[in-house]
């Protein structure tokens, strides 16, 4: 009987010290949330609504850009994002886009975007945008889906620019420069700068350009703009075309030839072209001959009455010349 009484002694004493010990945390409990119900606003954490995809560094102003909403809606099913407002002169501004994994892409564009408006405005003249959106894509299918390409683009195409459909006498909306995911391991800094400029000479003419409009102008031209005042020699420029010195063209490349394995002589030539004008004539012959040609389609008929009117020779005169210009600059 002493040991049940002690036994039903010692679990009295148990449960009055489980309640007292409950009630003590009720009571700490309730102090503790009526001190945080008296605390002013300020001083609590406001609560964040959930946001549609994880963003890094996208600023205020970065954020508030019009430009970024449908870039965002494209970009941040891939992963988080980076956003970095910059200065392009004149109060404008500009944009470059990517993901925290392309840092390196992302601040060698950011350094170079500035420069790069200036050199294109320099050779093209000021009546374009001078301000640019310039994304970094992290996969061949973000790339695509950048471009609003139905399918995965060549993997040797290392960045493209993209602008909505033109309709006459409008300027091109939906603007932007898009670098693909292997584009920093392909090229150096220098080659990405250089990328950049002939890219946005495609944005910068867009307004001036039809679709149709031959390659050897469009593509000979924004490389020209790109490497102007760049200090760069011929051969390194157009090595391909050094390399076959003794193969001089006989025409001026055609659109097919700027596919496929020789895409890349047929860029080099294209350059060579736009080179040879602008050191035979001048510049601002250059740009207008450019406004002609990409104003519409053409066959070598209606080249040849651009070329007479523009800079007063012939397509096979200029053909010649340029000839003789190449040989010059590979012997």
Request: charged share 20%; glycine share 8%.
């Given at each position: ?205 867009r307004a001036d350009t039809v679709d149709g409009a031959p390659l050897w102008m469009l593509e000979g031209f924004a490389d020209y703009t790109a490497n102007h005042g760049q200090g760069r020699r011929f051969a390194d420029i157009a090595p391909t075309v050094t390399a076959h010195a003794g193969e001089i063209p006989e025409d001026l490349p055609t659109d097919a030839e700027f596919s496929g394995p020789d895409a890349a002589l047929a860029y080099e030539k294209a350059w060579s072209i736009c080179a040879f004008v602008a050191e035979k004539y001048d510049r601002a012959r250059l740009v207008q001959l ?42």
């Open positions: 009987m002493t040991g049940a009484r002690r036994l039903r002694d010692w679990w009295s004493a148990r449960r009055r010290f489980e309640f007292c010990l409950t009630v003590a945390m009720v009571m700490a409990l309730t102090g503790v949330c009526v001190a945080l119900l008296m605390l002013p606003n300020a001083v609590l954490p406001k609560p964040r609504a959930a946001q549609p995809g994880a963003t890094e560094a996208v600023g205020q102003a970065a954020a508030a850009d019009p430009r970024l909403a449908e870039v965002r809606r494209i970009v941040e099913p891939f992963g988080p994002i980076v956003a970095r407002r910059v200065p392009t002169g004149d109060g404008r501004q500009s944009l470059v886009v990517g993901h925290p994994a392309q840092q390196v892409e992302i601040e060698i564009l950011e350094r170079e975007l500035a420069a790069a408006i200036t050199g294109v405005t320099d050779v093209w003249g000021p009546g374009w945008a001078q301000s640019a959106l310039v994304v970094v894509a992290s996969s061949p299918s973000e790339f695509a889906a950048l471009l609003r390409s139905g399918a995965l683009l060549p993997t040797e195409v290392a960045a493209a620019s993209i602008a909505d459909p033109l309709t006459p006498g409008a300027q091109p909306t939906g603007q932007r420069v898009v670098f693909g995911p292997d584009a920093g391991r392909r090229l150096d800094p220098a080659g990405m700068a250089t990328l950049l400029r002939h890219e946005l000479t495609h944005i910068a003419a450019y406004h002609r040609i990409a104003a519409a389609e053409q066959d070598p008929a209606s080249e040849d009455h651009v070329l007479r009117e523009v800079l007063g020779t012939t397509r096979t005169d200029f053909i010649t010349d340029w000839r003789s210009w190449l040989t010059a600059q590979t012997t």
